[in-house]
């Protein structure tokens, strides 16, 4: 599927960042890749196709963003404090200067900008969840597939006050007690998360489950959906999950 292609700097990571755009009107939807992905990967996987029909209506657009996953959750030679930072950044791209761009290529002339949704595939359903939780007045939801949550396995232990803000299992139940506080402007949360039960998804799995079960005990509205044991950890089965909520929500 043809889409447009956008390289431009940004101020945080001081560096280019490359993103691409797919369709031309409806609802603003961030994508983010699997770990250690690029933005083509949701185009070579067939991401784009598994939506077509609401791209080609102009009931969703998508925007397919970059990741630094060698620089941040993936850089082990680093010192987990410097992966934080560097995921921090990340985040901050994506929410103060990704998302308003997205805004104005989506709706030139709106007065107010448009709420955008985020998705992502393992690392980037975490991606996608934590601009959801983090920044609810910018994204009105997000879909989580076959996410990992537990940061600790990137980041080391959330002693760290910003590990602890960059691993939202430790944020909401910091100490073993449901910090709802971090998420005062979130009480309307829309998130939707899935997982197979098939190859690779172990992992995957048991974070997924373990975040439904802690947004519920916070009070946050989650929807979950555990898929069967044929569903395995790769872009077949994300491009299906993926068709099926996108058409649910913009449909």
Not at 125 to 134: D, E, K, S, T
Not at 144 to 150: A, E, H, K, R
Not at 216 to 223: N, R, S, Y
């Amino acid at each position: 599927m043809e889409g447009t292609y956008y390289k431009e700097w940004s101020a945080v990571l001081d560096r280019a960042m490359e993103f691409k755009v797919y369709g031309h009107g409806g609802v603003p939807v961030l994508a983010l890749p699997a770990r250690g992905g690029r933005f083509y990967d949701w185009e070579n996987n067939g991401m784009p196709e598994a939506v077509a029909r609401l791209l080609h209506e102009g009931k969703m657009q998508l925007f397919c963003a970059d990741s630094i996953d060698a620089e941040s959750l993936l850089a082990g030679h680093e010192t987990p404090r410097r992966r934080a930072e560097m995921q921090e950044k990340y985040f901050v791209y994506l929410t103060a200067e990704l998302a308003p761009r997205i805004a104005a290529l989506n709706a030139p002339e709106a007065k107010k900008p448009p709420l955008i949704w985020c998705a992502g595939v393992d690392t980037g359903a975490y991606q996608a969840v934590q601009c959801r939780l983090r920044r609810p007045g910018v994204f009105a939801g997000a879909v989580g597939l076959s996410g990992l949550y537990d940061m600790s396995r990137f980041l080391g232990g959330c002693e760290d006050d910003l590990v602890l803000r960059s691993s939202p299992l430790a944020a909401l139940r910091k100490n073993g007690i449901c910090n709802k506080n971090l998420l005062a402007k979130a009480e309307d949360n829309t998130l939707l998360l899935c997982v197979g039960q098939g190859g690779y998804e172990g992992d995957a799995l048991a974070d997924t489950q373990a975040l439904a079960d802690t947004l519920k005990e916070t009070g946050l509205p989650c929807h979950l959906e555990v898929w069967g044991g044929d569903v395995s950890h790769d872009w077949y089965w994300w491009g299906k999950e993926f068709g099926m909520f996108a058409e649910r929500l913009f449909g």
